[in-house]
């Protein structure tokens, strides 16, 4: 029923770097874009990619990994299981975690589809 193949497919992302310590991420699929401020990955990280006003030193796309974790849930608590998909989104490298895609997909009667979709980030102490 479900293929992760073709979800990996389906579920593309543009992730670019803007100026000002923002990433955008646009669901090609769903049509969202979301914007992520990454000024919690400090001073050392962001000098390696801004300058000190915020401006980018130069163009910079990141990209969503493959599906990563597939759950069964019940969300809306009415018997019925969506599932949850969560895809990694990474800056320049694969351990450069900026966060996660997250699907929630329900069954229209022939195949999933998306219900709802997040994008979430990692926190920082204060």
């Known amino acids: 029923m479900f293929d992760s193949d073709k979800f990996n497919e389906e579920y593309q992302y ?12 646009i ?11 990454i000024e919690y990955k400090g001073k050392e990280y962001l000098s390696e990619i801004y300058d000190e006003n915020g401006k980018l ?29 969560v895809q990694g989104i990474s800056g320049r490298y694969g351990a450069d975690g ?4 997250e ?6 009667g022939k195949k999933f589809i998306t219900d709802r979709q ?4 990692f926190g920082s102490e204060f």
Do not use: H, Q
């Open 57 to 85: 030193k130069e163009p910079i796309e990141g990209f969503a990994r493959p599906l990563g974790g597939l759950y069964p849930v019940d969300l809306n608590r009415d018997g019925i299981l969506e599932l949850y998909a």
């Open 118 to 121: 997040y994008v979430s980030i």
């Open 98 to 101: 900026l966060g996660f895609a």
């Open 103 to 108: 699907n929630i997909l329900r069954w229209d």
């Open 27 to 37: 669901s090609k699929n769903v049509g969202y874009k979301y914007t992520l401020d």
């Open 14 to 25: 543009r992730i670019t770097y803007r100026d000002n310590y923002k990433v955008d991420v």
